[in-house]
């Protein structure tokens, strides 16, 4: 069975697969990693191949060295022992996140061109895929909880709250004028951007929501979003499937 890893600056997802089939999910977070966490995750399911990727250098040097040392096999690298295999017209091909080629190929895959992934994570990303299926860029914006945080970090007098649901458009104290300007904020934001990305790649693009805070995203906009929270794994364990698998490394 496939350990697919997807480290974040937030958490560390996994999925367990056979043969492309979902076995397990879970998360460990970031800050809180430590190789019995994975020992008491995976639990008595036979590990024979481990895939990551990351946006957090350090994190995987660790991971990559416990489940080396675990499993008696070292993990494969996306970026580095295999290529998202999706066409990059990003300037810098180099530059952009292995995470955001990931989610392009796996939302394409699965759902097909053209394509707009919105990612809510630890950053709010909008990633575009042309009607011809190639990754064209997108858009990187602090996610909601780095929102929050700023707010109470850069200011003298506003709190550090917790994510949730608005309970009002119009805050009537100082958490709920909080939680609707940046919640509801980003909903309203991503209509707008969504609508522009359209009207350059076509009016009937279908658009592709997973990320942990998604839902909130989706709730306060007007656009269509269909969510799926284990896009990213599930594209690591296409890769894996047929790019990795039946080559000799």
Same mark, same amino acid.
């Given at each position: 069975?496939?350990?697919?890893?997807?480290?974040?600056?937030?958490? %560390?997802?996994?999925?367990?697969?056979?043969?492309? *089939? @979902?076995?397990?999910?879970?998360?460990?977070?970031?800050?809180?990693?430590?190789?019995?966490?994975?020992?008491?995750?995976?639990?008595?399911?036979?590990?024979?191949?481990?895939?990551?990727?990351?946006?957090?250098?350090?994190?995987?040097?660790?991971?990559?060295?416990?489940?080396?040392?675990?499993?008696?096999? /070292?993990?494969?690298?996306?970026?580095?022992?295999?290529?998202?295999?999706?066409?990059?017209?990003? &300037?810098?091909?180099?530059?952009?996140?292995?995470? &955001?080629?990931?989610? *392009?190929?796996?939302?394409? @895959?699965?759902?097909?061109?053209?394509?707009?992934?919105?990612?809510?994570?630890?950053?709010?990303?909008?990633?575009?895929?042309?009607?011809?299926?190639?990754?064209?860029?997108?858009?990187?914006?602090?996610?909601?909880? %780095?929102?929050?945080?700023?707010?109470?970090?850069?200011?003298?007098?506003?709190?550090?709250?917790?994510?949730?649901?608005?309970?009002?458009?119009?805050?009537?104290?100082?958490?709920?004028?909080?939680?609707?300007?940046?919640? @509801?904020?980003?909903?309203?934001?991503?209509?707008?951007?969504?609508?522009?990305?359209?009207?350059? %790649?076509?009016?009937?693009?279908?658009?592709?929501?997973?990320?942990?805070?998604?839902?909130?995203?989706?709730?306060?906009?007007?656009?269509?979003?269909?969510?799926? /929270?284990?896009?990213?794994?599930?594209?690591?364990?296409?890769?894996? =499937?047929? =790019? @990795?698998?039946?080559?000799?490394?």
């Amino acid at each position: 069975m496939l350990l697919a890893i997807d480290i974040g600056n937030t958490n %560390i997802s996994c999925g367990i697969f056979n043969n492309n *089939a @979902i076995k397990k999910i879970f998360d460990i977070p970031s800050k809180q990693y430590s190789l019995n966490k994975f020992r008491k995750k995976i639990g008595p399911l036979k590990i024979t191949d481990t895939l990551i990727c990351s946006v957090v250098p350090k994190l995987t040097n660790a991971v990559k060295k416990d489940l080396t040392g675990m499993l008696g096999k /070292r993990p494969y690298i996306i970026g580095k022992d295999a290529q998202v295999p999706i066409k990059n017209r990003y &300037r810098n091909p180099n530059q952009v996140g292995q995470d &955001r080629l990931v989610n *392009a190929y796996a939302g394409l @895959i699965f759902y097909g061109a053209p394509l707009i992934v919105i990612d809510s994570g630890t950053a709010l990303t909008f990633d575009v895929i042309s009607k011809q299926g190639a990754y064209l860029g997108g858009l990187i914006l602090p996610g909601l909880g %780095i929102s929050l945080a700023a707010l109470n970090e850069k200011t003298a007098l506003l709190p550090r709250i917790k994510l949730q649901y608005p309970k009002e458009l119009i805050g009537t104290n100082t958490i709920s004028s909080i939680l609707s300007g940046v919640v @509801i904020g980003a909903g309203v934001l991503a209509n707008g951007l969504a609508s522009r990305i359209k009207r350059k %790649i076509g009016k009937h693009t279908q658009i592709i929501g997973t990320g942990g805070s998604i839902s909130l995203v989706k709730k306060y906009s007007d656009i269509s979003i269909k969510i799926d /929270r284990n896009l990213t794994l599930k594209g690591l364990s296409l890769i894996y =499937e047929n =790019e @990795i698998k039946n080559r000799n490394f």
